[in-house]
């Protein structure tokens, strides 16, 4: 039996918009109140309305429910679809040549006709599949090893032309010398040395995704830059990162250490000690959900070990995809590492839950130094109160919007530690609640221990940001990159970085997405001739910067390309 809910509770789709406009428009009620009635978001009341006042929907003929209006096909252009889709042409090509031919069709419209006509859908094809790019160019078939003789008299206009600005400094770096002594595998057609150069190419570049790898899949130069005539497709470089495991991974990292300190770019002397957990994507991946305090929530990564040279800001080491189990262990991993490439011990800093109690007991036996925080409970809180004895110091730092906080000091024994540590409690920091240091150094005045753990205080966000900055794996990337080799290659890539910033004044402190912007992501044109690369970089704002690094100082010749020559010309 009809009756009111006809009107108040609408069945068919058109007759709930009309009601509901009505209730918005004759009634006057608020778009919530109108949503819940006929059952539509707030946000869609909203729409409603907009389409309705600008003539977007019409109920002068309300089509038939479970019916749509579809546009007529002629025979004529039903025939022409046909033969376009023997031609291997999509509905959305085939779609464009109907509109060129001034006939309006929807792709969807087209999609229809062609599944009337018996035709299955085409398989999903990338511009390379298709034998052709944007800009109409030919993409070889492979990726091979070249000599810059093979593009003798050629130029090149390239979008990531200032990738070039890192290759002295590979060169400087001794990458050869990295490859060769951490005996990483290679093929006939790719060696070793093209496959880190085409990693760090990518990285350098500042993409989120490896698959970005197609948007210079098309760039002869960018695959000059790493010896290859273009890059390597996205899985070719992913199964090429699961080859290189552990094992090459640390003596990758062991070469690199080395010749970092042969240039002198590592202090040493005091090492910042970090948990973080780079993110990892996909449903094979096997690894633990980790707490990643740079995003405030749970989710699937790598715990990895990362440790920092206090005085540069340079990524030194890292060990990735820890398991919690074996996470107390990983400082301890570190030192070994540690004696191994360098001489002497450094002041290790790191939070109170990078390791246990008895793991400290073990640093203070082998001699080293660490400086490190202690829990805080609601008692400790409560007897800080009745403390008396404090000491004003000083913090020189000239950035420090408090440098002169108090400090309490006094001897600690803990469960599990064999000695006596020197507790710090530091107040009037910034911070709503003390700050408990403990080390076994006995020998450093108080302001220095401070000072050198004040550093320490925004390291985590300094790690964050170079992860997110380098790292390859994301959301909505497929692709996937071992942990240990991504990790690695993010601590070169930091380096070059930091490398290039210190010759650049005005932006020695500048981290890698600011000089991504201003310098490395430019434009430029690629020549080859004589065995001899010029770089040409046209106007920029910048320029003068670059042209007044000393780039003469720097090595000129490349030697994973034979030795040719680099030139870099700024206009």
């Known amino acids: 039996m009809t009756d009111a809910t006809f009107f108040t509770r609408p069945k068919a789709d058109w007759q709930r918009r009309y009601e509901a406009l009505r209730a918005s428009f004759v009634e006057r009620l608020p778009a919530a109140v109108v949503a819940d009635r006929f059952g539509y978001a707030p946000g869609y009341i909203h729409l409603l309305r907009h389409q309705f006042r600008r003539g977007k929907i019409d109920f002068d003929e309300p089509v038939p429910e479970g019916l ?171 199964t090429y990162s699961y080859r290189v495991d552990e094992v090459y991974s640390a003596r990758m990292q062991k070469a690199f250490l080395k010749q970092a300190t042969r240039l002198g770019l590592y202090d040493g002397g005091v090492v910042n000690l970090d948990f973080h957990t780079v993110p990892h994507y996909g449903e094979e991946s096997v690894l633990e959900k980790q707490w990643a305090g740079a995003r405030g929530k749970v989710m699937k990564g790598a715990l990895t070990l990362l440790a920092q040279d206090a005085e540069t800001h340079l990524l030194v080491y890292s060990d990735a995809d820890i398991q919690r189990a074996e996470a107390d262990d990983a400082v301890l991993e570190f030192l070994a590492f540690w004696r191994q490439v360098r001489r002497g011990l450094p002041i290790l800093i790191f939070d109170s839950r990078l390791t246990s109690h008895p793991k400290l007991s073990e640093l203070n036996a082998a001699g080293v130094k660490f400086i490190t925080l202690r829990r805080r409970g609601k008692e400790l809180l409560e007897e800080v109160e009745n403390l008396t004895d404090w000491k004003r110091i000083h913090i020189p730092h000239p950035k420090r919007k408090y440098p002169n906080p108090r400090v309490h000091e006094s001897p600690l024994r803990l469960r599990g530690y064999d000695g006596v540590l020197r507790q710090l409690i530091v107040k009037g920091n910034g911070h709503e609640k003390p700050t408990f240091l403990i080390t076994n150094d006995h020998d450093h005045a108080v302001d220095v221990i401070v000072g050198n753990y004040a550093r320490r205080w925004r390291v985590e966000n300094g790690i964050a940001e170079a992860v997110k900055f380098f790292h390859l794996n994301a959301p909505s990337s497929p692709i996937l990159v071992k942990a240990h080799f991504d990790v690695v290659t993010t601590i070169l890539a930091n380096t070059l970085y930091t490398m290039l910033a210190k010759r650049l004044r005005g932006f020695e402190e500048c981290d890698a997405p600011k000089l991504y912007r201003h310098f490395v992501g430019a434009r430029g044109t690629v020549c080859v001739h004589c065995n001899t690369i010029t770089v040409t970089y046209p106007r920029r704002a910048h320029n003068p910067i670059l042209r007044a690094v000393p780039w003469n100082r720097l090595p000129t010749t490349l030697p994973w390309l034979g030795d040719a020559a680099l030139v870099l010309h700024f206009k």
């Not at 006509?117 to 091979?144: C, D, I, M, N, Q």
């Not at 990531?160 to 060169?171: K, R």
């Open 68 to 238: 749509a209006r579809r546009r007529g096909v002629t025979t004529q252009i039903r025939q022409k679809i046909r033969a376009w889709r023997g031609q291997r042409l999509s509905a959305g090509e085939i779609t464009q040549l109907l509109t060129e031919d001034g006939v309006e069709l929807s792709v969807r419209t087209v999609e229809r006709v062609l599944a009337e006509e018996g035709f299955p859908k085409l398989p999903r094809r990338t511009r390379l599949k298709l034998g052709r790019t944007v800009l109409g160019t030919e993409v070889p078939a492979k990726s091979k090893a070249i000599r810059p003789s093979e593009y003798e008299g050629r130029a090149f206009d390239s979008p990531a032309a200032g990738i070039f600005l890192f290759a002295p400094l590979l060169a400087q770096l001794g990458i050869m010398d990295i490859v060769r002594e951490s005996r990483l595998p290679g093929t006939q057609t790719i060696s070793a040395v093209n496959y880190l150069l085409s990693f760090l190419a990518l990285k350098l570049l500042g993409n989120a995704r490896l698959a970005h790898v197609w948007d210079h899949s098309f760039d002869p130069a960018l695959g000059l830059f790493a010896g290859l005539n273009v890059l390597p497709q996205c899985t070719t470089m992913s």
